[in-house]
């Protein structure tokens, strides 16, 4: 017999098992490791390989070269701390819906995506970049992980293509967007 208090808790599927929490609000833990990785090595990795990196990719433009070799951290941690916004959100909504979110499946499908980016940036300059550690250890087995699970409790939205790039490229808008607001937020506090 199930009482009212179990019922209010509940967080099912859609006639399937139910999602626990670590799908839905693990999606922002999995993002805070992620991104803590990208953060520590960020201030030393990026400044010390654009002399070697502008070599080998001479068609970047050269502010892109500037704005990597002059990295200011607070900025970038604002940034950061602005993506962060979005994903906690998308997991919480996540987590009050169950898992059925269009947002939050986006944005768990924009997470895995984004970390096969970081393996393209590192095998494209043949190295560690910030991020990729993270990724085959965390990033990619939570997506599959969280993905599976929402596919048994009958809740997974179908992969298309189409979606994979909305996802990916809203990620890259969020990024984007993340660096515009962390640039003016900055400036003030500056002058």
């Not at 919480?92 to 768990?108: D, F, H, K, M, W």
């Not at 984004?114 to 990033?139: D, F, I, S």
């Not at 048994?152 to 660096?179: E, F, I, K, N």
Request: hydrophobic share 45%; glycine share 14%.
């Amino acid at each position: 017999m199930r009482t009212r208090g179990n019922a209010a808790e509940r967080v099912g599927g859609g006639g399937g098992e139910e999602v626990p929490g670590w799908v839905t609000l693990g999606l922002f833990g999995a993002w805070v490791v992620h991104d803590a990785e990208e953060l520590l090595a960020a201030r030393y990795r990026i400044p010390a390989r654009v002399p070697e990196l502008r070599e080998r990719f001479p068609q970047v433009p050269d502010r892109l070269w500037r704005e990597m070799a002059e990295l200011d951290v607070r900025r970038f941690g604002v940034a950061v701390g602005c993506v962060g916004l979005v994903v906690a959100a998308a997991a919480v909504e996540g987590r009050r819906t169950g898992g059925r979110s269009a947002v939050y499946q986006s944005v768990l499908d924009g997470f895995g995506l984004h970390g096969l980016v970081h393996l393209a940036q590192a095998t494209a300059v043949r190295g560690y970049t910030p991020g990729v550690a993270t990724t085959p250890l965390l990033v990619l087995p939570f997506t599959l992980a969280a993905r599976a699970r929402l596919r048994r409790a009958g809740l997974l939205r179908p992969a298309r293509s189409g979606d994979a790039l909305l996802s990916l490229g809203l990620a890259g808008v969020a990024t984007a967007g993340a660096h515009l607001v962390a640039r003016r937020l900055t400036a003030r506090g500056r002058g």
